[in-house]
């Protein structure tokens, strides 16, 4: 079996939240909260955390070297996110082996339950498609609580072809969306219609959301599950009125 490598962009130049993968939630910096909760995923072989090469990028390169053994880090272009991707992809080629399956979670995902990711690896296995992901036509699952997987091949022939600005900075478009028809996808629908739920760390206001989820639910279980997240939302019904303005959703 190929292996499965997370890679998740990441880079402190956010526009609408500066610094937002640094921000602390019980004194840890969000984007350590993310591997952790990556790593835990029993399918997940290596993460690499993709940063740019620019120089106010080298505290998330300070942060991320040496803090757990399948972690990495890489540093690429800060525009072509796509070529960041690929190349960091090749850069454990070494040590995994050619053709990995990728998996795309994006490093502003610090609540992703690592079942989840487990659940969409074994469907991408059982399914044999080169790309699935819990949204393509339809958003259903929590903005958040998302993810992409495609295999190695997949990815370079992306990079390959993607010509368009928008296929190259979000990485994944040139595969579900401009050319879809190239490539047997998969979309993973949830049960329900959660789509009004965000998860995802863009604005203030998200922060604030993601902090309370933090504070009631971490200190009893560090990993708390999706379904932990979606029974204390229901239990405290006003937690939703935080973030539930940006709606505004993003390209994956």
Sequence with gaps: ????????????????????????ILGKEILLHLIDRVIAAKSVDHMIIATTENQKDNEIVDLVRNYHERVSVFRGSEEDVLDRYYQ??????????????????TSDCPLIDPKVIDLHVREFEQRDVDYLSSRI???????GMEAEIFTFKTLEKAWQNAQEAFEREHVTPYIYHTHADEFHLYELAYSDDL?????????????????????????????????????????NGKLLAINSMRTDAKIL
Aim: hydrophobic content about 40%; aromatic content about 12%; cysteine-free.
């Design 1 to 24: 079996m190929p292996a499965n490598i997370v890679i998740s962009q990441a880079r402190t130049g956010s526009t609408r939240l500066p610094n937002k993968v640094l921000l602390k």
């Design 88 to 105: 960091a992809a090749l850069s454990v080629e070494d040590r995994f082996g050619p053709n990995p399956n990728i998996i795309r979670i």
């Design 137 to 143: 036509t339809k958003r259903t699952w929590p903005h």
């Design 195 to 235: 789509s009004h739920l965000r998860f995802t760390l863009d604005y203030p206001e998200d922060y604030e959301f993601i902090k309370a989820i933090f504070n009631h639910l971490y200190p009893d279980d560090s990993l708390f599950s999706f379904q932990d997240i979606l029974r204390f939302i229901r239990m």
